[in-house]
Every structure is written in C-alpha cells, then in structure tokens.
C-alpha cells in the first residue's frame, strides 16, 4: 500500500467523525480597510448543502473566499470541523477543501487532463508521479462532467462552460470533505447546470455555493443564506426564504412564489417587465 493510499483512509476517518462542518462565526471582510461583510454567521452541516444568494455586491464571494482561504477575515472565524480553518497547515487545508473561484489561475498552456491531475498534487509528495488512484479519480472526475475523452485538450482552447468543468473535474479529483464553488452554472447551459446540480446532490459532501440562478438554488440547497449588503438578511430551507417579500425587499423584483409542478420545489415566477 502506498502513503498516499494509507493518507486517504485518513480522510475517509475524518469524514466519518463528521469532519467536514464549516461554521463561520461573527465574520468581516474587507478590501483595503473598507468593510463589505460585517457579522456574518453561518452553518453548513456535514454533508448539507448550504447556498448563498444575493444582489451582485452583497458579499458572497468573498464570504467564500474566507473558506476556501484566498482571503484572511478581518475579523472572527471560520471553522471546519470545530478548528480555525487559519491553523491548518496548507496541505492537510488542501485536502479537505477544494474551491471553483471566481479568481482564475494561469493554467492555459496545460491540457484538460494535466488541470485536473493538479487536484491530486495536495496528497502527492514532491515530485511524486501520479499512481493508479489518482488517475482513476483523474478520470471519474473528467467523466462526471461529461469530459471523458477530452483530456488532451489544451485549457486555453476551451469555451467557458468546458473551462468551467475541467475546474470542476479539478475540485472533484481533489476530493476533498467541503466543496467550495462560486457560481459554478456559470456559463454552462441548461443541460450541464441540470446535470452539475445532479452530481453535487449524489456526492453528498458539505458544499457552500453561490448561486444567482434562485430556482436552481431552491431545488438544490438544503438551506439558504440570503445576503445584503454584506449582512445575513434570511437563512433557511429554500422554502422558507424565498417567498415574494424577500425577493421584493432584497432583490428589488416582483416574482411569484409557486410550486414546480415537476418537482414539488419552489418555483419562483419572476415579472420580467417591471422591477420595484
Ligand atoms: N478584490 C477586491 N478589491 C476591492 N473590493 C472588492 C474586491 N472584491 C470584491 N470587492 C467588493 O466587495 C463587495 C462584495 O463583493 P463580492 O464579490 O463578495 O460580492 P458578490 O455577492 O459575490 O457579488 P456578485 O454577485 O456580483 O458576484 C463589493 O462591493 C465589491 O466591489
């Protein structure tokens, strides 16, 4: 058996301790000294999936960037599984979250599939090659985006919905115990979202996501948290918060709140001639 197989026991310990809660506690971001979140509090349980949603501005990315530890909170914590996600050392924070962030690296001159291999490199020690593991979750990853047969691709010569999954596919083959994704049905048309949604209802992992798209926030998340201007406004099952006042006062649109006759979520009929 190999480190690397022996390390991956490991997580499937921690994730069975229920290691994978974020609590994010009396949370601030600022840019340059000027505050855009102040006195955020939120959960996501093990294993829930936990949205933000919000006018453009109102701080979800950079509620996430906390978490995925791109940006340092100006002040209060967040937490995974009980500890200040700060103190973890970079390996072991790599491990255990993998993040599709607004902020994209310079990756282009790679192949898809040498993207992906990147989510292995946190259980990978220096200038160890790649064992049949990671190339099986390499692949499964690919496959679970629907870019199976596409790894030779060059990153840079994608459109931005393939772009956009080969991330994803990186985030997965990193299997990590949180997901962090930052609207990740951008770009990607109806049949991708509808299967991106799918599959991060299948892996069951604690997941933190921001979403524009409210119905498909509403059929996906288990709870919502609604931000404003920097500031928790409304957390809930979908049900709960989304009803046609909070999208009055938040969002500032007219919008009825029905039932999807398909699926029983909430379906929210947006007015699309006059906004309030
Ligand atoms: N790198 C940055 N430097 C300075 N200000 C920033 C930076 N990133 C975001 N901001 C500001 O912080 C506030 C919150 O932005 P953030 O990107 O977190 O909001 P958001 O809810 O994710 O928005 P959107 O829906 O438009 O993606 C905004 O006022 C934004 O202008």
Redesign the pocket.
Known sequence: MTGNAGRKTGDEERRAAGAARIDIENLQ?A??G?N??AGVHLVAAEGEIAG?V????????????TVYRYLRPAAGRVLLAGADIRALAPGRAARQVAALP?ERGSDFELTVREVVTMGRTPYKRAFAREDRHDRDLVARSLAAVGMAGQEARRFSALSGGERQRALLARAFAQDPDVLVL??PTNHLDVRHQVELLGLLRAQGRTTLI?L?DLNAAASLCDRLHV?NA?RVVASGTPREVLTAELLAEVFGVRAAVTEHPLTGDPLIAFDHRHSL
Not at 54 to 65: A, D, F, I, Q, Y
């Open positions: 971001v840019y340059a000027r855009v979140v933000l919000g006018p453009n501005g109102s701080g979800k990315s950079s509620v996430l960037r607004q930052d609207e921001s524009h931000l920097g």
